[in-house]
């Protein structure tokens, strides 16, 4: 039975057990949102003493939104690990531009979590990258990129929306015409939308 005591909770939470080793710790950020001030300062203990190592960590310490929390993501954004410079990105102190780097770094990278940051935040650096990526015709990431750039465009909800999933498996199509004139329609698209296409 979980403790019901929340900071024992967050704690127990973060632990890789025989149960959750294989997915990581699930998080229980329920419990970290009900802290008092003197349990974050624990629970910030707890997890600088951890390390930023991971998603739930790192979106832990952007909960916390504490200094020392704050100063470990701004470090952490030094990672040579591209998927933890980009967690650290996407949570604590804005840097546009940084956030912006390690989107494109991580697009370039074929990052899934790059793409759903991407479509969140659609630079114009961001979506000349996925306008790339999408005209890739090697690349498996294409139908995603342009996903990514149909939900900055508003024509999608999500990545998974399936309303043009006719028009997106035409970047399946390797070498055809029909993804060639695909990518155009798409880059219009873009354009027409108010973003920008290179």
């Known amino acids: ?13 973060l632990e890789v057990t025989a149960e959750n080793w294989r997915d990581g710790p699930s998080v229980d950020f329920a419990a970290l949102d009900a ?8 629970a910030e203990g707890a997890l600088l003493k951890r390390g930023v190592r991971d998603g ?38 804005e840097d546009v531009a940084g956030r912006e780097r390690a989107i494109v770094d991580g697009l370039r990278a074929g990052q899934r979590m790059a793409l759903l940051a991407a479509a969140k935040h659609g630079t ?13 015709p090697l690349r ?25 999933r006719g028009f997106l498996e035409r970047f399946l199509r390797p070498d055809s015409p029909d993804r060639r004139e695909a990518w155009e329609e798409l880059r219009a698209r873009v354009e027409t939308a108010g973003g920008e296409a290179s």
């Open 140 to 164: 498996d990431s294409s139908y995603d990129a342009a996903a990514a750039l149909l939900v900055l465009a508003g024509e999608l909800a999500s990545l998974d929306d399936p309303r043009e």
């Open 56 to 93: 739930p960590g790192i979106e832990a310490l952007g909960r916390l939104d504490t200094p020392r929390a704050r100063a470990a993501l701004v470090e952490a954004r030094k990672s040579p690990d591209l998927l933890i410079r980009l967690l650290a990105h996407l949570q604590g102190p």
């Open 124 to 136: 114009s650096a961001v979506k000349a990258e996925l306008l790339r990526a999408a005209r890739e």
């Open 35 to 42: 802290l008092n001030a003197s349990e974050k300062l624990q």
């Open 1 to 13: 039975m979980p403790s019901p005591d929340p900071l024992r909770r967050f704690l127990d939470s």
